[in-house]
């Protein structure tokens, strides 16, 4: 039995998100039957479409006739859940959305995953990645050289939506396993956004987050650099104690005496001396060749990773040991390679069993629906009465907990006394820890142990990211966890895994985008790119809590508890499913370059005279389009649309098209794109976002205070479950808030609590 064995879920989805967040489900035991249009899905045609519908049936429907529209409904009747993903409007017209189908079948769980947001101009526009980066500041927040936007090789949005949305539709069926009843839930494209960018898209007052100039990285101890021999590596020493180790081991240790540092960590990241510092250590790693460097720093405990490619990677023994490469036989292409399943559950396994297979609506036999219980449902979310212990520090493990506490979850930042290090990077932390109460305990004491033991006997959830072997040696494995209760659930996320030649190694997140390929794909011909979303670290936060709430669910069954595992390594495959998916011919990757505008001269950023926007034509009538919306229809005789469409970024049709663009008022120009049918978008700069009309009409920030940093705009949330509406509880806390609540509330007496803040085992603020 696998978590989702028993539930039947119909797909009406194309493309990434929606097919990636069922597949997903059906790697778990879900029966998902994909549903497509005669000419298939718009995604065919890319290398990514194998993965993201593996383990699914296909049945091809035209849902614009009668005949294929009932068969459609006959399906549902039959579902446990349906997942859409078309735009605003497609569901009322054909009779599908939420209204029509649970207002007569409140059993079945609704999923949306509009590509945009259900609301605004901009909900209507076609599927793309770029779009959506435009339109939500990631392609500002990008680091890079130029003042403008970046164009992303890799859809990590969509990746983003795809991940989360798994985890809101495995909590919506968690709770029709209590309650008995199904709901509707909506996953947009912003709530991808949010979930990659909850630490980017924050502001406290006019102060937000940049990653500084270039896209090597903006601080001197976590930044891309290069070496004697051409070769570069990232040096990812976030804390304070793994840069004095780095500056030991290279012999420039006296950079912390430099004038204005005076030994100081925080005072390194400063404008002025932080170049100063950079400076240093590039003329330094530039003395000898990467190996040697790369071999000195670990010697010394520092964490580093080389560029490699995401061939490199793919074939990699870290990759091996985790089973995150798959080879399933298609009788067309051959072999097909693909990632395997990205998240362990140690009692109810998922796995990778076929490619998917087509069928015929008439062969899909009946199914006996999920019943569940008759629990009543409760306010705050799905998971509203889970409590989860939250060990986790920095992003990874830390961020998982933040949105489970998001779909309502009771969550506890279980930290030690001096508090979780990541606090030092102030808004950061803030994003990534939202609704949670801070519990802040010594768990290196035995009176610390046995007080966190009593909170697992009363929990349901405990999650870690602490490095291979701490668990065992603070006593807190998940076998110690079990023997207090049987039902707790463990979660920990690593770095590399298990097993392999790296899975003792720290692992941060540029280190994986390093070693995986991430950085020189999107750097194409030129340097390496950092990606300022810390893609791998947010995926592993997804992932972690998609297998939480999949253990939540089988423990509903079984009654048993069990252990989740994941890491950083596995995402790095995972958030490149569609690059590095491989069979015979297939079709080559995007290629990247620094400051990347976009992949062609109809896809791409251009400057106007007040702002950027990006046109993403993909129709050889687009084409013709754009040369009329830019007043100069002769254009179209100089190229065949399918030709002009293939055109270079850097090409004679994109300068005509730049100097067009360039003193025309952005918002004509859109009106002028848009009016044609020019799929067109601004994009937001980082500035811009923050007040930006339509995401604030879609929902996406929420305003709240802070006793230390003051008023903060944020996002808000992370899906949406309107029958049981959600959100952040509360902000951030501070280091101990809530010590002597938490403890209260699980059962301690009052002298108890007292004699633990006494000892100085716990402290309250």
């Given at each position: 039995?696998?978590?989702?064995?028993?539930?039947?879920?119909?797909?009406?989805?194309?493309?990434?998100?929606?097919?990636?967040?069922?597949?997903?489900?059906?790697?778990?035991?879900?029966?998902?039957?994909?549903?497509?249009?005669?000419?298939?899905?718009?995604?065919?045609?890319?290398?990514?479409?194998?993965?993201?519908?593996?383990?699914?049936?296909?049945?091809?429907?035209?849902?614009?006739?009668?005949?294929?529209?009932?068969?459609?409904?006959?399906?549902?009747?039959?579902?446990?859940?349906?997942?859409?993903?078309?735009?605003?409007?497609?569901?009322?017209?054909?009779?599908?959305?939420?209204?029509?189908?649970?207002?007569?079948?409140?059993?079945?769980?609704?999923?949306?995953?509009?590509?945009?947001?259900?609301?605004?101009?901009?909900?209507?526009?076609?599927?793309?990645?770029?779009?959506?980066?435009?339109?939500?500041?990631?392609?500002?927040?990008?680091?890079?050289?130029?003042?403008?936007?970046?164009?992303?090789?890799?859809?990590?949005?969509?990746?983003?939506?795809?991940?989360?949305?798994?985890?809101?539709?495995?909590?919506?069926?968690?709770?029709?396993?209590?309650?008995?009843?199904?709901?509707?839930?909506?996953?947009?494209?912003?709530?991808?956004?949010?979930?990659?960018?909850?630490?980017?898209?924050?502001?406290?007052?006019?102060?937000?987050?940049?990653?500084?100039?270039?896209?090597?990285?903006?601080?001197?101890?976590?930044?891309?650099?290069?070496?004697?021999?051409?070769?570069?590596?990232?040096?990812?020493?976030?804390?304070?104690?793994?840069?004095?180790?780095?500056?030991?081991?290279?012999?420039?240790?006296?950079?912390?005496?430099?004038?204005?540092?005076?030994?100081?960590?925080?005072?390194?990241?400063?404008?002025?001396?932080?170049?100063?510092?950079?400076?240093?250590?590039?003329?330094?790693?530039?003395?000898?060749?990467?190996?040697?460097?790369?071999?000195?720093?670990?010697?010394?405990?520092?964490?580093?990773?080389?560029?490699?490619?995401?061939?490199?990677?793919?074939?990699?023994?870290?990759?091996?040991?985790?089973?995150?490469?798959?080879?399933?036989?298609?009788?067309?292409?051959?072999?097909?390679?693909?990632?395997?399943?990205?998240?362990?559950?140690?009692?109810?396994?998922?796995?990778?069993?076929?490619?998917?297979?087509?069928?015929?609506?008439?062969?899909?036999?009946?199914?006996?629906?999920?019943?569940?219980?008759?629990?009543?449902?409760?306010?705050?979310?799905?998971?509203?009465?889970?409590?989860?212990?939250?060990?986790?520090?920095?992003?990874?493990?830390?961020?998982?907990?933040?949105?489970?506490?998001?779909?309502?979850?009771?969550?506890?930042?279980?930290?030690?006394?001096?508090?979780?290090?990541?606090?030092?990077?102030?808004?950061?932390?803030?994003?990534?820890?939202?609704?949670?109460?801070?519990?802040?305990?010594?768990?290196?004491?035995?009176?610390?142990?046995?007080?966190?033991?009593?909170?697992?006997?009363?929990?349901?959830?405990?999650?870690?990211?602490?490095?291979?072997?701490?668990?065992?040696?603070?006593?807190?494995?998940?076998?110690?966890?079990?023997?207090?209760?049987?039902?707790?659930?463990?979660?920990?996320?690593?770095?590399?895994?298990?097993?392999?030649?790296?899975?003792?190694?720290?692992?941060?997140?540029?280190?994986?985008?390093?070693?995986?390929?991430?950085?020189?794909?999107?750097?194409?011909?030129?340097?390496?790119?950092?990606?300022?979303?810390?893609?791998?670290?947010?995926?592993?936060?997804?992932?972690?809590?998609?297998?939480?709430?999949?253990?939540?669910?089988?423990?509903e069954v079984t009654g048993e508890g069990q252990e989740v595992t994941t890491c950083l390594a596995n995402q790095s495959i995972l958030t490149l499913s569609g690059e590095v998916t491989w069979y015979e011919g297939r079709p080559a990757n995007p290629k990247g370059g620094l400051d990347l505008l976009g992949l062609s001269a109809l896809n791409r950023y251009y400057r106007c005279a007040d702002g950027w926007l990006l046109i993403a034509a993909a129709k050889p009538e687009q084409f013709h389009a754009v040369c009329a919306a830019l007043g100069h229809p002769e254009w179209a005789g100089g190229w065949l649309a399918e030709q002009a469409l293939r055109e270079p970024v850097t090409s004679p049709l994109a300068e005509r098209i730049a100097g067009a663009l360039a003193g025309m008022p952005r918002a004509e120009a859109?009106?002028?794109?848009?009016?044609?049918?020019?799929?067109?978008?601004?994009?937001?700069?980082?500035?811009?976002?923050?007040?930006?009309?339509?995401?604030?009409?879609?929902?996406?920030?929420?305003?709240?205070?802070?006793?230390?940093?003051?008023?903060?705009?944020?996002?808000?949330?992370?899906?949406?479950?309107?029958?049981?509406?959600?959100?952040?509880?509360?902000?951030?806390?501070?280091?101990?808030?809530?010590?002597?609540?938490?403890?209260?509330?699980?059962?301690?007496?009052?002298?108890?609590?007292?004699?633990?803040?006494?000892?100085?085992?716990?402290?309250?603020?």
């Amino acid at each position: 039995m696998s978590a989702f064995s028993g539930f039947r879920v119909i797909d009406f989805c194309q493309g990434i998100a929606g097919p990636m967040a069922t597949m997903l489900l059906a790697d778990f035991g879900a029966e998902v039957i994909k549903v497509e249009p005669p000419g298939g899905d718009r995604a065919k045609g890319h290398p990514g479409y194998w993965c993201w519908n593996r383990n699914k049936r296909v049945v091809t429907l035209d849902l614009h006739q009668f005949e294929g529209l009932t068969a459609a409904r006959e399906l549902l009747a039959t579902a446990d859940a349906a997942v859409f993903d078309w735009t605003p409007g497609e569901l009322e017209r054909s009779g599908l959305d939420t209204v029509s189908v649970r207002g007569t079948d409140p059993a079945l769980v609704h999923a949306w995953f509009p590509p945009y947001s259900p609301l605004g101009r901009w909900s209507q526009l076609p599927p793309d990645e770029g779009l959506l980066e435009a339109v939500s500041g990631v392609a500002w927040l990008q680091m890079s050289y130029e003042d403008r936007p970046t164009y992303l090789v890799t859809p990590q949005v969509h990746y983003g939506q795809a991940m989360l949305g798994a985890g809101a539709i495995a909590s919506a069926l968690y709770a029709k396993l209590r309650t008995g009843r199904g709901q509707e839930l909506i996953v947009s494209g912003l709530h991808g956004v949010a979930a990659v960018e909850s630490g980017g898209t924050i502001r406290a007052g006019e102060m937000f987050r940049l990653g500084g100039r270039g896209s090597r990285g903006g601080v001197p101890n976590y930044r891309l650099y290069e070496c004697a021999d051409g070769k570069w590596f990232f040096l990812g020493t976030l804390t304070p104690q793994f840069f004095l180790k780095a500056l030991e081991a290279t012999d420039m240790l006296h950079l912390m005496a430099l004038e204005g540092v005076e030994g100081e960590f925080t005072n390194l990241l400063k404008p002025g001396i932080n170049q100063q510092v950079i400076e240093a250590l590039e003329a330094r790693f530039k003395e000898k060749p990467r190996q040697e460097w790369l071999d000195i720093l670990h010697a010394a405990g520092v964490p580093r990773g080389p560029v490699g490619t995401i061939d490199e990677w793919f074939a990699s023994e870290t990759v091996r040991a985790n089973g995150m490469r798959v080879e399933l036989e298609h009788e067309q292409l051959g072999k097909v390679v693909m990632p395997g399943v990205p998240v362990k559950l140690s009692a109810t396994p998922g796995g990778v069993r076929h490619l998917p297979q087509p069928a015929r609506a008439e062969e899909i036999g009946p199914h006996a629906r999920v019943q569940g219980g008759n629990a009543a449902p409760q306010p705050g979310g799905p998971l509203a009465g889970v409590r989860v212990l939250d060990l986790g520090a920095f992003i990874a493990g830390t961020y998982a907990p933040t949105i489970l506490a998001n779909w309502g979850a009771d969550v506890i930042k279980v930290e030690p006394l001096e508090g979780d290090p990541f606090r030092t990077y102030g808004l950061g932390f803030v994003g990534y820890n939202r609704g949670k109460r801070s519990l802040a305990i010594d768990l290196k004491r035995p009176e610390g142990r046995e007080a966190f033991f009593e909170l697992v006997k009363v929990s349901d959830v405990v999650l870690d990211n602490y490095r291979l072997g701490v668990r065992e040696r603070l006593g807190i494995d998940y076998a110690a966890l079990r023997a207090v209760n049987p039902r707790i659930i463990s979660c920990s996320v690593t770095g590399y895994g298990p097993e392999g030649p790296l899975a003792q190694d720290p692992g941060f997140d540029p280190l994986v985008q390093a070693r995986s390929g991430l950085m020189a794909l999107q750097g194409g011909d030129d340097e390496p790119v950092f990606y300022q979303i810390p893609v791998n670290d947010t995926a592993s936060a997804m992932m972690a809590a998609f297998g939480v709430v999949a253990a939540l669910a089988a423990r509903e069954v079984t009654g048993e508890g069990q252990e989740v595992t994941t890491c950083l390594a596995n995402q790095s495959i995972l958030t490149l499913s569609g690059e590095v998916t491989w069979y015979e011919g297939r079709p080559a990757n995007p290629k990247g370059g620094l400051d990347l505008l976009g992949l062609s001269a109809l896809n791409r950023y251009y400057r106007c005279a007040d702002g950027w926007l990006l046109i993403a034509a993909a129709k050889p009538e687009q084409f013709h389009a754009v040369c009329a919306a830019l007043g100069h229809p002769e254009w179209a005789g100089g190229w065949l649309a399918e030709q002009a469409l293939r055109e270079p970024v850097t090409s004679p049709l994109a300068e005509r098209i730049a100097g067009a663009l360039a003193g025309m008022p952005r918002a004509e120009a859109l009106d002028r794109l848009l009016t044609r049918g020019v799929p067109a978008a601004p994009a937001l700069s980082a500035e811009e976002l923050f007040e930006d009309p339509w995401l604030h009409a879609s929902g996406y920030f929420e305003d709240f205070d802070h006793p230390e940093l003051g008023p903060i705009r944020g996002p808000r949330l992370l899906g949406w479950f309107p029958e049981m509406p959600n959100g952040y509880p509360r902000r951030s806390p501070l280091v101990g808030e809530h010590s002597a609540e938490v403890l209260r509330e699980c059962g301690f007496a009052e002298e108890r609590i007292a004699a633990l803040l006494a000892a100085g085992v716990v402290r309250q603020r």
